[in-house]
């Protein structure tokens, strides 16, 4: 994870659906992250993630004691946080089971009591908290879980619209496509150029402060969910969106495929990891080749955007040396013929070169 | 349509999960048809595939006056429906829209009153009907939507279970996956072969009492759900499955893909329309020929089993004379080697040659 001054998730305003309605769960922002009495560094990853993302959105830091681990933003109270124009609480903690703790109850209902939304992407629901509906109902602020939020139902149309598409893919889950995206969004918008991040998990979604949790959405309505997320704008706009899954999992593959016809990509841009032999926690299920992931996400791809191609692959190298890192980029693009990089140590300039 | 005297739904009992839960929706039954004010007969088309694929789970018809069509059942009241064994009154009523009209709205609450159970496949949740949620709390009899139906969560896992699966895709929609899938189960049985129908859509699960409603399941359970509707089971066992959708449909890929993987089918067969040349609905999307989605669904198939192969092609024929059909089927069969047929002109023997 690399720290960064500013925020990649800048772009033109959306154009909204052609009903008026935004299909998308939009977050009251800015934040203050709460990090509960977490003193594990990577239970934070989602409040770190902010804070290197979206240094914008975050106004402070909320621990429960001194003895919890500080991401190094100012610490501050629920009041301080109002005044400095704080819109919501963001559990910035994802811990295994995702279950709220009792420690953290009177915590929140604090914030809401103080008139701070709660941001949670935990399991449990939020209303599970004993009287923490009732509190915020009182404040008239609100409660959002984003794993459990559901959008107005559409089904996909399959219709094109305006403005331009690059969807990250990848040969397996947790392989780098919301890093790359975020990456190339942040690079196009130093570089002029008009680019939205567009989120589907719920790490990302904080991080943009909008975005569809495509794999919370019921199965008829996946591809309609991913066509809302990416409407209709400018023809030289570019939305960067996050890919989810693979089309090579046995568990998500449906998600991979209803946000890929939904997205109607003109770019994709393949994810992958050479270490990898097996999909991550399948025991049996072999990671594709980065030629079998490109050849049948183009080959999908195409029902609905038939010119669509891919721009690259994206290889996390953080264990080889640079000679040895050359030498692979080198093979994989004689091999393949498309433009390989790494978007921490190479940046992601040969995407960039693409989209002129 | 055609009538049937006998069932096509039997099979051994299904083995349960490992966990030792159900995770499909499994209705009361026998049923008391409910046909409401309806005069038009397309609109009675659940309560007629009632009468034929599943007689013996429809103790008669409720009719709200005289000059509602009827299907041919016993006229019944409730009192004497609960008299005659019924457990549910099960709307029989498949309305444009899917809503519930405001004249059904006393029937249903007395039916609930006499401690009918409530099975509805319309888009309105019955708790929207005024105080039959009360009623039925206090009858003890329960209210089923089979569209709002949630499974237990659980994600797909790859892992291959005992006993032989086939499964009915599509090139579109609408195309005779539920009426081949039954067809074939209900050859089988009456060969003394060890066959189950298992339903994936609303009509589907109404006649054989339990399914899952494939398309109603959050995304990212969709290969999971479909895992659990086609359990373990002997080794000479096969669950003759519902397809959904198609691969080539621009809103529902992802439903099909996911029922699939989680299929793991030993043997596909394809439905297919010869007249169609459009994705029903969606202008410009082409049906793909035949051979197209054999190939594809064998190929992303092979993710979840090795062994998959296609048993055939059904066809309706329909508008066909017998030389023109004779003629398509040898045109099809000599190009592409699959059998062909028309379950309901030439029935399903092609495809139960090939189960020995």
Chains 1, 2 share one sequence.
Not at 18 to 45: A, H, I, M, N, Q
Not at 52 to 72: F, L, N, V
Request: hydrophobic letters at 40%; one cysteine or more; glycine letters at 10%.
């Amino acid at each position: 994870m690399r720290s960064e001054s500013e925020s990649v998730i800048d772009g033109p305003p959306m154009t909204q659906q052609g009903d008026g309605s935004d299909r998308r769960l939009v977050l009251p922002e800015p934040y203050l992250l709460f990090l509960g009495d977490t003193c594990l560094v990577t239970d934070l990853k989602t409040a770190f993630g902010l804070r290197d993302w979206a240094p914008e959105k975050c106004i402070g830091q909320y621990r429960m004691s001194e003895h919890t681990t500080s991401i190094g933003l100012a610490d501050m109270g629920f009041g301080a946080a109002l005044a400095a124009g704080a819109k919501s609480l963001l559990i910035g903690v994802a811990s295994a089971g995702g279950a709220i703790p009792k420690s953290w109850w009177p915590h929140l209902c604090s914030a809401a009591h103080a008139g701070l939304s709660i941001i949670s992407g935990m399991h449990d629901p939020l209303r599970c908290v004993p009287n923490l509906s009732e509190i915020a109902a009182e404040s008239g602020c609100s409660l959002v879980d984003i794993r459990h939020w559901q959008p107005e139902h559409s089904v996909g149309t399959g219709i094109r619209r305006q403005g331009r598409r690059l969807l990250t893919v990848g040969t397996d889950c947790a392989i780098g496509k919301k890093y790359t995206a975020l990456a190339i969004s942040k690079a196009m918008g130093q570089a002029g150029m008009k680019a939205t991040f567009r989120a589907t998990g719920q790490t990302g979604i904080m991080l943009a402060g909008a975005g569809v949790p495509i794999d919370s959405v019921i199965s008829d309505f996946v591809s309609g969910a991913a066509e809302s997320l990416s409407p209709d704008n400018v023809s030289d706009h570019w939305d960067i969106i996050e890919g989810q899954g693979t089309l090579f999992h046995p568990a998500y593959a449906a998600v991979s495929l209803g946000l890929l016809h939904g997205s109607q990509p003109d770019l994709i841009v393949l994810c992958h990891d050479h270490r990898r032999k097996e999909i991550d926690g399948f025991p049996g299920f072999l990671v594709p080749t980065p030629l079998e992931a490109i050849d049948l996400n183009l080959s999908l791809a195409r029902l609905t955007n038939s010119q669509v191609r891919c721009a690259g692959i994206s290889l996390n190298t953080s264990g080889l040396d640079d000679e040895s890192r050359r030498s692979l980029f080198r093979s994989l693009e004689d091999d393949l013929g498309y433009a390989c990089f790494d978007p921490i140590v190479t940046g992601v300039g040969k995407v960039l070169e693409q989209l002129a």
